[in-house]
């Protein structure tokens, strides 16, 4: 391997430990948490930011953490796919954390009842950067058992952030949430178990080199595959998703519908690379099967919504499909077809917080998020209105979107394949999805005027993040062949 | 005839594994859920430690390692669970009791 194997290579921590001091001190200056949170997530995504064009520059490498080396050693490992994950976390991460930084002080300002928000805020930054640090780490692990308690980390922390609203409803999801996760997790942890047994070494890379179909490794990728789905909201497991999505504060919403999610599909990828040339085609087109059933249902289920948060919370469902849906296609062309899943989870990523973060923004300025009821919602909140469409034009792959781009190269694989199937699946989808964006949009566009509240509550931050954010996903169509070359970096 | 203690021990923590997972999800109450959830984890646990002694009678420290840092992550999460359960307890029990004054009220 490439790696540049210098104790100078710590660079690749640093996306880690910042974020978690970061917490610890947020935590710990209990007047300015959102000072020490700002500063924190501007750091982080300063790492990120460096660690991506190191690898840009100079190629992936590898980190032993203390020293130890693989078998031993816990390593962390930067190569293409994991550095844009992070880099992709720390975009995403910056703008939703200069949102909550409006969001709070608006809802501060707003006053209403007691100290409710002031303990909000105090509490969000530090587990939001408790989980970034966790998210990173996720990316970067190359040690099945580390992935483990970062899978945990995670986990815990969104958690957290989900019940930080204190509504019954939003209780009452995190809960389900944290059930179906632990579930997730110890599943995980059994599959990590026949792992180690069968292999003796708990580093993927190692593990994959030597994996050979057997009944216990067999076992091991059903239980660690199944823990995953349900990280990840999966379409037999999705019950979880929508309530604890959809009734969470908005920057939480748009964190976990943008970046948790994909911290269980990340890993997901990561052990089917090296499995799929062992199955048969038969498990990989139930696979497929599940995410064009997620696809389906859950833009049926969107459309069916009648608050805009929850209908952002299904097409999340239905977007997770897409994901997934892959992996026939990775067979023939492996790098295409990877690239193409990336973009496409990078561009959701993108689109999907801006849209979360727009309709926080219409919710807290309307009082409620009844999509019958927003009529007229330019008028009070045009920057708002326009990242919405902008992020729902991503989301349904018009050009020249980074969603576009994504779901052109799904196409062209799926008939260079004569999976006519996935097409059929893929172009039933995006309908789906205009249409259901277009409901939601004909009524925030719409000429006739609503009563909301009289003055102006949505800060100017937290309309231009969202727009921000729904800016990057359409610039992702023109930026294509940078990100699509670092696939074929080794860590 | 002897039956090896680690295939005992390995097939026992698979048992607790099944039988908390058929709990969790079986289960309505919250309190027998979170119990199911901590039996499953025992049950990885002893089949990790079991994993450890393999090998021709020497004893391997890495899943005894990874015992020890996922009863961390249990407690932990246990911890979370509880604290979550009795906010969720609590936030039922304010709401039955308004909703049974606005209902006096009215009548």
Known sequence: ?491 | MSVPPALVYGLTGLFLFVAGLAGLISCAQLLRKILAANIMASGVFLFLVTIGHGRGGVIDPVPHAMVLTGIVVSVSSTAVVLALACRVQETANIHDLLKRRAGGDRE
Not at chain 1, 111 to 129: D, N, S, T
Not at chain 1, 272 to 284: A, C, I, M, S, T
């Open chain 1, 1 to 491: 391997m490439m790696g540049l194997q210098l104790q100078s290579d710590c660079w690749l921590i640093w996306p880690v430990i910042l974020p978690l001091s970061a917490a610890l001190v947020a935590f710990l200056a209990k007047g300015q948490p959102r000072l020490s949170g700002l500063t924190g997530a501007l750091l982080t995504a300063l790492a990120s930011g460096t660690l991506f064009l190191k690898v840009v520059n100079h190629g992936g490498g590898s980190y032993d953490l203390g020293g130890w080396q693989p078998p031993l050693g816990i390593s962390l490992r930067g190569d293409g796919p994991a550095v844009l994950m992070v880099l992709m976390t720390a975009v995403t991460g910056l703008a939703i954390s200069v949102y909550a930084g409006g969001y709070f002080q608006s809802r501060i300002a707003m006053g209403g009842k007691g100290r409710r928000h002031i303990v909000q805020e105090r509490f969000f930054w530090p587990l939001w950067l408790l989980l970034w640090g966790a998210l990173n780490g996720l990316f970067l692990s190359a040690d099945i058992f580390n992935m483990y308690v970062t899978l945990e980390l995670v986990a815990l922390s969104s958690v957290g952030l989900t019940a930080l609203s204190g509504k019954p409803a939003s209780q009452v999801a995190a809960m389900r949430y944290l059930l179906a996760s632990l579930l997730g997790s110890l599943s995980f942890l059994l599959g990590v178990a026949f792992l180690y047994k069968t292999h003796g070494s708990l580093d993927l890379a190692t593990i994959q080199a030597a994996l050979a179909l057997s009944p216990p490794v067999a076992l091991a990728m059903a239980l660690i595959s199944v823990g995953l789905m349900l990280k990840c909201a999966l379409f037999p497991f999705h019950f979880w998703l929508a309530p604890a999505h959809a009734n969470a504060l908005a920057p939480v919403s748009a964190i976990l519908s943008g970046l948790v999610i994909k911290g269980g599909w990340y890993l997901f990828f990561r052990f089917w690379q090296g499995f799929l040339p062992l199955v048969g085609d038969g498990v990989v087109v139930v696979l497929a099967g599940l995410g064009g059933a997620a696809i389906i249902w859950g833009a049926f289920q969107a459309f069916c919504q009648q608050r805009l948060k929850m209908l952002v919370a299904y097409s999340t469902v239905a977007q997770i499909g897409y994901l997934f849906i892959i992996f026939p296609l990775l067979a023939i062309g492996a790098g295409q077809g990877a690239a193409a899943v990336f973009y496409f989870a990078i561009s959701h990523s993108c689109a999907k917080a801006a849209l979360f973060l727009a309709a926080g923004s219409i919710f807290l300025q309307m009082g409620h998020d009844r999509i019958n009821n927003l009529d007229g919602v330019r008028q009070i909140l045009p920057i708002t209105t326009f990242a919405f469409a902008l992020a729902g034009l991503s989301l349904m792959g018009l050009p020249p979107t980074g969603g576009f781009i994504a779901k052109y190269m799904y196409l062209s694989l799926a008939v260079s394949q004569d999976s006519w199937w996935l097409v059929l699946v893929m172009v039933v989808g995006s309908c789906l999805t205009a249409i259901y964006i277009c409901r939601a949009v004909s009524h925030v566009l719409s000429p006739r005027m609503v009563a909301g509240r009289s003055q102006v509550v949505v800060g100017a931050s937290m309309e231009w993040s969202a727009l921000a954010l729904a800016l990057v996903a359409i610039l992702l169509g023109f930026i294509a062949p940078l990100p699509l070359g670092l696939f074929e970096v080794v860590g």
